[in-house]
């Protein structure tokens, strides 16, 4: 119910006495729905709710806006003190003005902290596309669980990942299917693992994380979206209530950062998840920020679009994996084709911002010779 309608449900007495109280004064002979359609208009104002704070409060007001975006209940009270300023009637906010509100109050929970550096967290979905990476390489591998299992040692020193995290990940490849598991051996399921490499990033990325972080984890990273409308921006988790093991699934997959600022905890949305959400890359994804040295090292930032490593990582070896994933570029490998050789020469120059002449002199050099072969 609209607001005009819900105040019509009032006596004239009651809507002649939020009048009065709004300062509004109507003609003689008013009809009863002008009452209520003068009082709803006049909230159709944002500036009305700063003059209303004076005489309601501003805890109330603030509790007001908390009721709108998360639904914790006002205290009696404050119903009482909103009710006799036509803000809340018989009980409840109505529903076109509990809208208007929602969107006029946003910007009061999102912050900018010009000076803060983002996080390093490396994300589930890169952390799996090494994962892949390593098996295109490898085909198959037995993995066991036993304590000092030499296989796992190896796996993690590769692709710098903790034991606990290599089984998370390969468990995570089992089930949606590009793994195959057969008692103690894993194996590349290379048809599977085609199809999704062929389809488009959108859906690829959609359905990893639709299983990954469920429907809970993807509803917050969408609410998020509605409040973070630049990449600079921090959402107050206030708005977000009851949302504890979401926030934490989504923060472990590295679907979004968090800040702590003077007791409140901010949220922001990554690169994966702004694609997620607003179907656009993130300006970081726009940006040449693969860096390539002499010594043949290709350093890409941990919040790099992740597609690109499928490009890289069959003409590289991971030498570290921190703030940069380092690369050192091997093209000793003999399932390095031509095509694989150019794709990964595009992306470096589509991505980095200059290439020293003795990198770009081997790798045309090294195409050039796997053509004649």
Known sequence: MN????????????LGEILSRLHLTPFENAAKSWFARTVANYYEDEK??????????????SDLLIHIHTGRPLKDVQIKVL???????????????????????????VRRFPTKLDNVHHSFFMRSVLMLAYFERVKEIKLTRRKNDRNVRKLGEALFLEKEEIW???????RIGLIQKTKDLYKLNTRAYMDWRNEPVDIALEKFYNFNAGNLGMRLINRIAQYQHNPED?????????????YDQCRYLGLIQTHNDAGKTFVQLRPESW????????????????LVSAAFEV?????????????????CIIKDFHYFLVLDIDLS???????????????????????????????EESINYVKRS
Do not use: Q
Request: aromatic residues 12%; contains cysteine.
């Open 83 to 109: 009710s006799d300023y036509g803000i809340v009637v018989n009980s409840r906010v109505p529903e076109d003005f509990r809208d208007r509100l929602l969107n006029w109050s946003k910007s009061r929970y």
């Open 275 to 290: 694609f997620l959400t607003k179907k656009e890359f993130h300006p970081l994804w726009k940006e040449k920020t693969i």
């Open 333 to 363: 490998s003999e399932t390095l084709n031509s095509n694989v050789l150019s794709d990964f020469y595009n992306t470096l120059v589509a991505k980095t911002e200059a290439i020293p002449d003795v990198v770009k002199y081997d790798l």
């Open 234 to 246: 921090w959402v107050d988790m206030s708005v977000f209530a009851g949302t504890s093991t979401e």
């Open 299 to 315: 350093l890409v930032p941990f919040h790099c679009e992740p597609f690109i490593l499928f490009e890289l990582l069959p003409a």
């Open 168 to 174: 998370k990940v390969i468990n995570t490849l089992v």
């Open 48 to 61: 009305k709710l700063t003059w209303i704070i004076t005489f309601v409060g501003e805890d109330t007001i």
């Open 3 to 14: 607001h005009s309608n819900a105040l019509m449900e009032l006596s004239l007495k009651e």
